[in-house]
């Protein structure tokens, strides 16, 4: 557990999880109880938020429209005065000697900018704790019954799942977008050459997910590879679709009118698996 600072302020970074109140941990939900001041981000449920105390501060900094695909973690692309300003209101609210909580969806260390705050907080010495929480890639694979590694019989590589990879798929890299750099780059060729022994887990990919399965089908990736969509994973709301990577790729290079993931809600989350057997997947639910 963190220390307080002289005044007894202090941040603690909770992750709210991927959308249902219940699967916020029982430390964050404790420390979220326990707090003055409450900054929070656009998809983090009010059912959570009405756990304050009464008489806390809330604040939203989350700033934008319900259902939108939420601010990329690249800077180029995101309002870095946004930033800066939750920046530099966690530390004045911490140096009133207050409790504070930044809640954040999922896990707050998972293209959560919780880097920059910390950074921040580091330098204006005060006191930080984190509380992990379930990511959205987790909750996505729960929702798809989709294990996100898997031991094959016999120890066979085939059907097999080594390990797990997060990785952003905003903005598609080689797409030439506006703003787009060399950093922010996501080498799709490198995914394509791990993707056939680990699960790839796309975030803030939806959008650009026809570039995005063009780009690895060019890498050489199986055009029958499993692409799973899930949309407001954890939530009754939730919808799973199953596609493959040539399926996803179908839209590419026209203008997307015909992509077979349009219409899919955000938040989403694409989990890419060349080996998960079709059968542990759950048919989408009704609505
Ligand atoms: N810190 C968060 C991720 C923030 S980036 C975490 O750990 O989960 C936001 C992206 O997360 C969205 O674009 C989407 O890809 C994914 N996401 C968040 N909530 C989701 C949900 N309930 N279902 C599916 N994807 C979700």
Redesign the pocket.
């Given at each position: 557990m963190a220390q307080t600072n002289s005044m007894g302020g202090m941040v603690s970074l909770i992750?709210a999880?991927?959308?249902?109140p219940e699967l916020i941990t029982v430390r964050g939900l404790r420390v979220l109880r326990e707090a003055d001041v409450v900054l929070y981000?656009a998809?983090v449920d009010e059912r959570l938020l009405a756990e304050c105390r009464t008489g806390a501060e809330l604040i939203d900094v989350g700033k934008r429209a319900a259902g939108a695909?939420?601010p990329?973690?690249n800077p180029s692309h995101h309002n870095a005065l946004a930033q800066e300003r939750i920046n530099a209101l966690l530390v004045a609210k911490a140096r009133e000697g207050r409790r504070v909580v930044r809640l954040?969806?999922?896990?707050?260390?998972?293209?959560?900018r919780a880097g920059e705050e910390l950074e921040a907080l580091a330098a204006a010495g005060i006191s930080c704790e984190i509380v992990p929480?379930?990511?959205?890639?987790t909750?996505?694979a729960a929702?798809a019954q989709l294990p996100l590694t898997r031991r094959a019989a016999g120890g066979s590589l085939a059907g097999s799942s080594r390990g797990v990879l997060?990785i952003?798929?905003?903005p598609a890299a080689g797409t030439a977008a506006a703003g787009t750099t060399a950093s922010a780059a996501v080498s799709w060729e490198s995914v394509a050459a791990i993707a056939p022994s680990v699960t790839v887990c796309?975030?803030?990919?939806?959008k650009n997910l026809p570039q995005i399965a063009r780009r690895l089908l060019d890498a050489g990736l199986a055009p029958q590879t499993c692409v799973t969509i899930?949309?407001?994973?954890?939530?009754p709301s939730?919808q799973v679709f199953e596609t493959t990577l040539a399926g996803a790729a179908a839209a590419a290079g026209s203008d997307g009118a015909d992509n077979a993931t349009d219409g899919l809600p955000?938040?989403?989350?694409?989990l890419i698996s060349s080996n998960s057997p079709q059968h542990y997947v759950s048919p989408p639910p009704r609505k």
């Amino acid at each position: 557990m963190a220390q307080t600072n002289s005044m007894g302020g202090m941040v603690s970074l909770i992750g709210a999880g991927p959308g249902d109140p219940e699967l916020i941990t029982v430390r964050g939900l404790r420390v979220l109880r326990e707090a003055d001041v409450v900054l929070y981000d656009a998809l983090v449920d009010e059912r959570l938020l009405a756990e304050c105390r009464t008489g806390a501060e809330l604040i939203d900094v989350g700033k934008r429209a319900a259902g939108a695909e939420p601010p990329p973690p690249n800077p180029s692309h995101h309002n870095a005065l946004a930033q800066e300003r939750i920046n530099a209101l966690l530390v004045a609210k911490a140096r009133e000697g207050r409790r504070v909580v930044r809640l954040k969806g999922g896990d707050p260390l998972i293209f959560g900018r919780a880097g920059e705050e910390l950074e921040a907080l580091a330098a204006a010495g005060i006191s930080c704790e984190i509380v992990p929480g379930v990511t959205a890639a987790t909750a996505a694979a729960a929702q798809a019954q989709l294990p996100l590694t898997r031991r094959a019989a016999g120890g066979s590589l085939a059907g097999s799942s080594r390990g797990v990879l997060l990785i952003t798929g905003h903005p598609a890299a080689g797409t030439a977008a506006a703003g787009t750099t060399a950093s922010a780059a996501v080498s799709w060729e490198s995914v394509a050459a791990i993707a056939p022994s680990v699960t790839v887990c796309v975030y803030m990919g939806l959008k650009n997910l026809p570039q995005i399965a063009r780009r690895l089908l060019d890498a050489g990736l199986a055009p029958q590879t499993c692409v799973t969509i899930v949309s407001n994973a954890s939530l009754p709301s939730a919808q799973v679709f199953e596609t493959t990577l040539a399926g996803a790729a179908a839209a590419a290079g026209s203008d997307g009118a015909d992509n077979a993931t349009d219409g899919l809600p955000s938040p989403a989350l694409v989990l890419i698996s060349s080996n998960s057997p079709q059968h542990y997947v759950s048919p989408p639910p009704r609505k």
